[in-house]
Nanobody, 116 residues
Framework: QVQLVESGGGLVQAGGSLRLSCSAS????????MGWFRQAPGKKRELVAT???????DYADSVKGRCTISRDNAKNTVELQMNDLKPEDTGVYYC??????????WGNGTLVTVSS
């Protein structure tokens, strides 16, 4: 069972940047898809970005051009670089891992707060 631990959240002013990191307890090489999701207060969890095992990426329209997802199979990490942050980016950011045949893996989340 893979354990995912997020880090890098914090308080930042609008227009600022943050880099989130997700560390896995074992190799992520076999995880077909990894991604970042977020949940704002009172709202449903939503996709931010995903990356496949071969590096194919997908982004929510709301973050395209501002966020970059990357994975390092050697370090067992997935990172999310977020630039030009907006107050609406505020929320708890969760790391997700998907491996065929396994239940979906989630981290416990890291809080991002963007002040206006």
């Amino acid at each position: 069972q893979v354990q995912l631990v997020e880090s890098g959240g914090g308080l930042v002013q609008a227009g600022g940047s943050l880099r989130l990191s997700c560390s896995a307890s074992e190799t992520i090489f076999t995880l077909n898809v990894m991604g970042w999701f977020r949940q704002a207060p009172g709202k449903k969890r939503e996709l931010v970005a995903t990356i496949s095992s071969v590096g194919t990426t997908d982004y929510a329209d709301s973050v395209k051009g501002r966020c970059t997802i990357s994975r390092d199979n050697a370090k067992n990490t997935v990172e999310l670089q977020m630039n030009d942050l907006k107050p609406e980016d505020t929320g708890v950011y969760y790391c997700k891992g998907v491996r065929l045949g396994d239940p979906v893996y989630w981290g416990n989340g890291t809080l991002v707060t963007v002040s206006s």
